[in-house]
């Protein structure tokens, strides 16, 4: 299994930028696919974005295309999420988790996951 540990969450207000990031270590995997989700007090887990390891291919969630950018550095075994114009419905803890296949925005087709990281926007 691939350990991950995500970093970079914090308070911010509406509006403003933040980069989360998410270090694979273990059993790593040279395809597959890297995907961020999110979870709001109350709310289903939900997808955010999602790149392949070896491409590069880019998915997103509805709510956040044209403001967020999932990109990974393979050399880092590292994967992060460019946050721009934070609204506050964008609060939740924010998820990284791995799988060896294909790109899919179900949360239960990911095997590996981190602990997650606090994402706070007030308005």
């Known amino acids: 299994q691939v350990q991950l540990v995500e970093s970079g969450g914090g308070l911010v207000q509406a509006g403003d930028s933040l980069r989360v990031s998410c270090a694979a270590s273990?059993?790593?995997?040279?395809?597959?696919?890297m995907g961020w989700f999110r979870q709001a007090p109350g709310k289903e887990r939900e997808f955010v974005a999602a790149?392949?390891?070896?491409?590069?291919?880019?998915s997103y969630g509805d709510s956040v295309k044209g403001r967020f950018t999932i990109s990974r550095d393979r050399a880092k075994n590292t994967v992060y999420l460019q946050m721009n114009d934070l609204k506050p419905e964008d609060t939740a803890i924010y998820y990284c988790?791995?799988?060896?296949?294909?790109?899919?925005?179900?949360?239960?087709?990911?095997?590996?996951w981190g602990q997650g990281t606090q994402v706070t926007v007030s308005s």
């Open positions: 988790a791995a799988r060896p296949g294909g790109t899919t925005t179900m949360p239960h087709d990911y095997d590996s």
């Open positions: 273990g059993r790593t995997f040279s395809t597959g696919v």
């Open positions: 790149i392949t390891w070896m491409l590069g291919y880019t």
